[in-house]
């Protein structure tokens, strides 16, 4: 997935909007973007919304944001809309870990009374968005087969701490989230999963923004969070592999399979060794399961 969109779960306006936005990913959200007098409504909202959109074909990924598991409304986030057969749930505030082992057995009981398949619902965890879950990040390693994604935050992390303000005057992560970043992107890797990149909320500066997706992309990460439609073109553009850049990775392993003994190989005067080849071999797959659109 390179492009997960947020759209509110209590509007169903939005929610038929973004079906056409191009996004892998809709990540209907039963969070931030729902006042607590609309949580009832809002997971009819979504229930509803799922039990057609999963029929459409083709269709996005289909992910809920539930609140989390510190709030006491998970439970019901999970009753409402376990039935209609959400792909994955993105878990808000994970705590490392057991966090996602909780929520695993909430999956696990829901999906046996509605007659899905052990593990058919996957989690995609915000894993830094409290100041312990900072700590946690390597935790995730093993936590869990149904875990299929870490993503990172700034928003809730920097009112945790106090912060006046994430960013600098130039639209760039300030220190502490840039070390939240970080975090995420090695406890992902740490997991086997992919990393997700955080959203950026000035989605007027679309300058800014294809930066920032440009920066994800060269550290690792394999796609971002968008909070408006008019991000997801750029974020599948950034994302998706450049046909030079697949040139040149063919090129690296055509190189290795050529000389299968060899540590290192020569192409064009420059050296290539054994992690050179991983690399190539991962961009080459993100490739094959992308298209340039």
């Known amino acids: 997935m390179r492009s997960l969109l947020f759209v509110p779960a209590d509007s169903a306006k939005k929610l038929d909007k973004a079906m ?14 729902v006042a607590y007098d609309g949580k009832a409504r809002a997971r009819d909202s979504a229930a509803a919304f799922l039990k057609d959109a999963t ?18 409304l998970t439970d019901a986030d999970l009753d409402a809309v376990v039935p209609a ?10 705590e490392g870990g057991a966090a996602v082992i909780h929520a695993d057995a909430k999956l696990a009981v829901r999906e046996a009374i509605n007659g899905l398949p052990d593990g058919h619902i996957k989690i995609i965890a915000l894993a830094t968005e409290t100041a312990a879950s900072l700590f946690l990040t390597g935790t995730f390693a093993g936590a869990s087969t149904r875990l299929n994604g870490l993503t990172w935050g700034a928003e809730d992390l920097s009112a945790e701490l106090g912060a006046q303000a994430n960013r600098d005057t130039d ?25 997700l990149d955080t959203v950026y909320v000035d989605f007027r ?10 920066e994800a992309c060269r550290d690792g990460f394999t796609g971002k969070l968008a909070i408006h439609p008019a991000q997801v073109p750029i974020i599948n553009d950034v994302f998706t592999p450049s046909p030079d850049a697949l040139a040149h990775a063919q090129g690296i392993v055509a190189a290795f399979a050529a000389n299968p003994g060899a540590g290192v190989v020569g192409i064009g005067g420059v050296m290539y060794d054994r992690p050179h ?17």
């Open 85 to 94: 057969k959400p792909d994955a749930v993105m878990l808000p505030k994970a």
């Open 55 to 72: 029929a459409a074909t083709p269709r996005p990924y289909l992910l809920v944001r539930v609140n989390g598991l510190q709030t006491g």
């Open 205 to 214: 500066n679309q300058g800014g923004f294809r930066r920032e997706c440009e």
């Open 171 to 195: 639209g760039r992560f300030l220190e502490p989230y840039r070390l939240a970043r970080v975090l995420c992107l090695a406890g992902a890797a740490a997991a086997g999963v992919p990393a």
């Open 277 to 293: 080849l991983a690399r190539a071999q991962r961009l080459l797959a993100r490739g094959a399961a992308t298209k340039r659109d």
């Open 20 to 33: 056409t936005s191009g996004a892998d990913a809709l990540i209907v959200d039963l969070e931030d973007s």
